[in-house]
């Protein structure tokens, strides 16, 4: 199994910036394909960005718009999303999560088996 845990959320004013980490424990000898996702008030959990194993592929929902971008430090065992120009519909929970499957990078919530605990983003106008 594989232990995640984020880190990084907060307050910040709309246009402001905020680095999410996501420190992966565990059955680390084999690297996974990892995501990014989050969760606002009253709605489902939708897809923000993933990336390969190797850091090489990415994908990212329109919304990100080239705001958002999704790196990997495998010799830390961190997934980090930079996030600028932030706006206050980017108010969510954010939680990373850790594929465990293989396979192309997806952006479907359930080929993601391992979870955070999620972190807290708010964006105010």
């Known amino acids: 199994q594989v232990q995640l845990e984020e880190s990084g959320g907060g307050l910040v004013q709309a246009g402001g910036s905020l680095r999410l980490s996501c420190a992966y424990s565990?059955?680390?000898?084999?690297?996974?394909?990892m995501g990014w996702f989050r969760q606002a008030p009253g709605k489902e959990r939708e897809f923000v960005m993933a990336?390969?194993?190797?850091?090489?592929?990415?994908r990212y929902a329109d919304f990100v718009k080239g705001r958002f971008t999704i790196s990997r430090d495998n010799t830390k065992n961190t997934v980090y999303l930079q996030m600028n120009s932030l706006e206050p519909e980017d108010t969510a929970v954010y939680y990373c999560a850790a594929d465990l499957n293989g396979g192309p990078v997806s952006s479907l919530p359930q080929e993601y088996k391992s979870w955070g605990q999620g972190t807290q983003v708010t964006v105010s106008s």
């Open positions: 990336t390969s194993w190797s850091g090489v592929t990415t």
């Open positions: 565990g059955r680390t000898s084999r690297l996974y394909n």
